[in-house]
């Protein structure tokens, strides 16, 4: 079964660093979402993505992070400088369009800023 | 804007017992209403999902209904067995498009031999 994979799967960072997550999608699909989960708290949403431009973002998403489809497949979340508030589990998730609206999510990518 | 509420966790049952995990939202329109799970170590699963009113979702034995008049779907297992044994999540998205997922804060579950 096709599936969302996320690398890395455990980034360690310094305060200030910029870091960037990496997603590959389910080949078809063509809607991409980044999420956050602070330890211990709910799961919040950052950033929906389509065609190649942003489509909403959360007061979450700040001039720090930005997002891109570099190369057709991957898509990437950068965060420029880190804080220590950064630290969280990011998902990506992905979706067909005019499906469902059935999310499919990558295992994540646990952030820890020192 | 939209939300969702669940029931304080964590909730700890016995084996085969009854699972009701109540979760009710704040939406405008006709949003579209999930059950996540999320194993230890793992990412969000979905288990459930429905697109309209009166619907019932089903999937390895869990069930949820969408009642827009009490603006609920609550999370419902005749029998849990120790690998139900997740964090839950309720969650609603709007109906075109790329619409953002808006969770509840998830409950926690342990079930016990």
């Known amino acids: 079964e096709p599936e969302v994979t996320q690398t890395p799967s455990h980034q360690v960072t310094q305060m200030g660093q910029e870091v960037i997550l990496r997603c590959v999608p389910i080949?078809?699909?063509?809607?991409f979402y980044w999420y956050r989960q602070i330890l211990g708290q709910k799961v919040e949403f950052l950033v929906s993505?389509?065609?190649?431009?942003?489509?909403?973002k959360s007061e979450i998403f700040d001039d720090q992070f930005s997002v891109e489809r570099p190369d057709g497949s991957n898509f990437t979340l950068k965060i420029r400088s880190t804080k220590l508030e950064d630290s969280a589990m990011y998902f990506c998730?992905?979706?067909?369009?005019?499906?469902?609206?059935?999310?499919?999510f990558g295992p994540g990518t646990r952030l820890t800023v020192t | 804007g939209d939300s969702v509420t669940q029931m304080e966790g964590p909730v700890t049952l016995s084996e085969e017992a009854f699972l009701t995990i109540n979760c009710t939202y704040t939406?405008?329109?006709?949003?579209?209403l999930f059950w996540y799970v999320q194993y230890p170590g793992e990412g969000l699963q979905l288990l459930l999902k429905a697109t309209k009113a009166d619907d019932k979702g089903s999937n390895k034995g869990f069930e949820a209904t969408y009642r827009k008049e009490t603006t609920s779907f609550h999370l419902e297992k005749g029998s849990v067995q120790v690998s139900d044994s997740a964090v839950y999540f309720c969650a609603l998205s709007g109906y075109q498009g790329a619409q953002k997922l808006v969770f509840g804060q998830g409950t926690r579950l342990t079930i016990n031999p």
């Open positions: 998730a992905t979706h067909l369009q005019g499906a469902s609206y059935e999310q499919y």
């Open positions: 993505f389509y065609n190649n431009e942003i489509s909403e």
């Open positions: 080949s078809n699909h063509l809607y």
């Open positions: 939406a405008t329109g006709y949003p579209s």
